[in-house]
């Protein structure tokens, strides 16, 4: 560090993958952790927006380091030295959760839009009973393709619970003891398989 103190791997809290405008992230919950249990005394953090994507989440956290003697240090700038500090950290947040709403909102009427023109790259990934043909492979046209084992499998969901009113429960126990096979090649079936059918 700058200022010549170590930073022990162990005291690195780092959330790759996980949405800032949560606090249920497994690295802040570890950190915070470690803050109730008064075993660290200073936060380096890269920018307001990194520690949360709200203004209201960046006081909460900032105010309970600060009540358990935590220093919190903005590396891109500083904080809390002036009322002009504290009001470029409100307009920061007010920016970065503008910002996400911003992205959230472009990304689900570009899907919303791309699936209208009959476009299948909008799901995750091609659903159980079907194969994803890409763009390159279908000659221009991403598309799926029917899987007919898999899908003689979704038929036999489907009328178990269309027809015969079966919870997933059920049709969990009834995969597995007819011994099919999940897209993972597993013969015990969970609901959430069954559930994204």
Same mark, same amino acid.
């Given at each position: 560090?700058?200022? $010549?103190?170590?930073?022990?791997? @162990? ?13 249920? %992230? ?12 008064? @075993?660290?005394d200073r936060?380096?953090? =890269? ?12 006081? +909460? ?7 358990? $003697? ?7 700038? @500083?904080?809390?030295?002036s009322p002009?500090?504290? +009001?470029?950290?409100?307009?920061? *947040?007010?920016?970065a959760?503008?910002? %996400? ?5 472009? =990304?689900?009427? *570009? ?7 009959? @476009?299948?790259?909008?799901?995750? *990934? ?5 194969r994803?043909?890409?763009?390159y ?6 598309r ?7 899908a003689?499998v ?14 997933? *429960?059920?049709?969990?126990?009834? +995969? ?6 999940t897209?993972t090649?597993k ?11």
């Amino acid at each position: 560090m700058a200022d $010549g103190l170590a930073l022990p791997e @162990a005291m690195q809290f780092l959330d790759d993958g996980y949405s800032g405008a949560t606090l249920v %992230r497994p690295a802040l919950e570890r950190f915070r952790d470690v803050v109730a249990a008064r @075993a660290v005394d200073r936060l380096y953090v =890269h920018s307001p927006d990194r520690l949360a994507r709200t203004y209201a989440y960046q006081v +909460l956290l900032v105010d309970a380091c600060r009540r358990a $003697g935590v220093e919190v240090i903005f590396l891109n700038r @500083a904080l809390g030295q002036s009322p002009e500090d504290d +009001l470029l950290l409100q307009v920061q *947040g007010m920016i970065a959760a503008y910002e %996400r709403a911003k992205i959230i909102e472009r =990304h689900r009427r *570009g899907k919303r839009h791309a699936a209208r023109a009959g @476009a299948v790259h909008v799901l995750s *990934g091609a659903p159980y009973g079907s194969r994803d043909v890409s763009k390159y492979a279908g000659g221009g046209q991403a598309r799926y393709d029917i899987v007919p084992e898999e899908a003689r499998v979704v038929r036999h969901v489907f009328d178990w619970i269309a027809r015969d009113c079966l919870s997933i *429960g059920e049709v969990c126990r009834r +995969l597995t003891q007819a011994g099919e096979v999940t897209r993972t090649g597993k013969t015990a079936w969970d609901r959430s398989a069954v559930w994204g059918m």
